[in-house]
């Protein structure tokens, strides 16, 4: 908060939140001040701490067309940011465990310090120090049956921190190492479906070279829908097991689309081996077309037609546009999918079942035993080959 007076102070009791009002800077407000309490009785003298997690309350946020809290004066008008949505964790750590090579580096700037000279670590130690990891905080969501549903990094300092669960489970996009090189204000980054409301934990944990240590006891709390509903309020387990059940069809189309671009980025390293491996079958050439033949029209029914699409032309909709029509079109609502989305999420189902063992043949059987006549000739290495025997 900037240095200034504060001229009136308010606590909401219901949500143990602290208002306070400034002389001309606005007001501000500290959400769910709850771990204070704890923090008076001595929480901190023991090391870690989790504290007590507030209700959450279960909703769809409304998004508008403009970037993310900007309804309509656009993305530069000042808005104060939202609390977090979602389930709030107060965590507090005492220390934090160092890594090898930091533990390293303290030595020799003490050593430095002394005016002493620094001894060389050794190769083995500079590869060990590459390979080790850094601690991590991890805090696991759990049902009320045990499960595990959700898992969220956290920062690791020493201090007091605040992380959020948006009530959904993980996406189901592949993974990405680097987001987009461009983000627009409207980009949405991968998400899952919501959980069901109900009665959660949540667990503080430290990873490190030593392994996983449970660092605090859990802590449950309750996921609660706002109430108030225009149409009839649905079965809350029934919808988000409708979402799951769309988030596993679309992780599998994902990844088979992942591993089928994988293949066709293959094909040009392929065909220009072959040119330039003068002990080839030529016959090859053929095969490899075919190949090619296959990969395209699997694509086409898998993710669509590219000709068709370059012309802005209407096509028959293909597996990934169903089940992604169904996720886009139901994980932001609470009410129960339409007859339908069940419809279109069973059509895609039975045709990804056929479509995907001709993709297994394709990737396990006959790529690589074109792959293999390739090697036999001599031909130079190409990406994804299986080593040589």
């Known amino acids: 908060v900037p240095t200034i007076s504060f001229r009136d102070v308010k606590i909401q009791r219901r949500e143990n939140d602290v208002v306070g009002a400034t002389f001309g800077r606005g007001f501000y407000v500290l959400d769910d001040y709850s771990a204070l309490r704890e923090i008076a009785d001595g929480a901190l003298d023991g090391g870690a701490a989790l504290f007590p997690v507030r209700d959450a309350w279960w909703y769809m946020p409304s998004v508008p067309g403009q970037a993310a809290g900007k309804p309509s004066l656009g993305s530069d008008d000042f808005t104060a940011p939202n609390p977090p949505y979602g389930a709030i964790f107060t965590y507090y750590l005492d220390q934090v465990p160092k890594t090898s090579k930091k533990q390293r580096l303290e030595r020799e700037e003490e050593l430095r310090e002394n005016e002493e000279d620094v001894p060389f670590p050794g190769w083995e130690t500079l590869h060990s120090e590459a390979l080790e990891q850094g601690p991590m905080v991890l805090l696991t969501v759990r049902d009320a049956q045990g499960q595990a549903v959700r898992r969220i990094e956290g920062p690791v300092e020493a201090g007091l921190h605040r992380v959020n669960w ?39 944990a430290l990873l490190s070279s030593k392994g996983v240590e449970t660092l605090a006891e859990a802590r449950r709390f309750e996921v609660k829908p706002v109430p108030g509903f225009s149409l009839e309020e649905p079965d809350f387990q029934a919808v988000t097991a409708f979402q799951a059940e769309t988030a596993e069809l679309y992780r599998q189309v994902a990844g088979a689309a992942e591993e089928m671009q994988r293949a066709e980025d293959r094909l040009p390293y392929l065909r220009k081996a072959l040119r330039e491996a003068p002990a080839a079958n030529p016959a090859l050439f053929a095969d490899l077309d075919e190949i090619e033949a296959s990969l395209a029209n699997l694509r086409l ?14 096509s028959v909709p293909t597996v990934r546009q169903r089940v992604g029509q169904v996720a886009y079109g139901h994980w932001d609502t609470r009410q129960a999918p339409t007859a339908t989305q069940r419809q279109s999420l069973e059509v895609a189902r039975g045709e990804f079942a056929g479509l995907l063992g001709e993709l297994s043949e394709m990737l396990e059987v006959e790529l690589p035993g074109f792959e293999a006549k390739l090697e036999a000739a001599g031909a130079a290495w190409t990406p994804g080959r299986k080593l040589p025997d």
């Open 301 to 314: 029914r898998l993710l669509g037609d590219r000709i068709r699409g370059k012309w802005n032309e209407p």
């Open 166 to 204: 948006d009530l959904r489970l993980p996406p189901a996009d592949p993974i990405e190492l680097a987001p987009p090189a461009f983000l627009p204000p409207w980009y949405d980054p991968p998400k899952g479906p919501f959980a069901a409301p109900g009665t959660y934990s949540v667990e503080l």
